[in-house]
């Protein structure tokens, strides 16, 4: 059974920090493109980001370049994504899901529930 399980949100001051993660099992990890996908308080579903296979190779929407970043450890099944400069823009469910092709948010099969990020003073 594939599951996609994320863990790092919370409520952070603007011009904070946060690193999400997103842990994989069911599937083989390393052979998925995988991508971080959001949502905010009654607005639809955004594409963040995009990590290729092995990791080199990363996408972003242009709102978070330069300030997110996003990474995998292909070795511990998992996908992170580095928030920084934190603007209450930002406040959303964030998602990690399999697949993707950036940009965009189809092509991904499988997702995970969500952490949420919170962004206030």
């Known amino acids: 059974e594939v599951q996609l399980v994320e863990s790092g949100g919370g409520l952070v001051q603007p011009g904070g920090s946060l690193r999400l993660s997103c842990v994989a099992s069911g599937f083989t990890f390393s052979s998925y493109t995988m991508s971080w996908v959001r949502q905010a308080p009654g607005k639809g579903l955004e594409w963040v980001s995009y990590?290729?296979?092995?990791?080199?190779?990363?996408y972003y929407t242009d709102s978070v370049k330069g300030r997110f970043t996003c990474s995998r450890d292909n070795a511990k099944n998992t996908l992170y994504v580095q928030l920084n400069s934190l603007t209450t823009e930002d406040t959303a469910m964030y998602y990690c899901?399999?697949?993707?092709?950036?940009?965009?948010?189809?092509?991904?099969?499988?997702w995970g529930k969500g952490t949420l990020v919170t962004i206030s003073s």
């Open positions: 899901a399999r697949g993707g092709v950036a940009p965009g948010t189809s092509g991904m099969d499988y």
């Open positions: 990590s290729e296979t092995g990791g080199g190779y990363t």
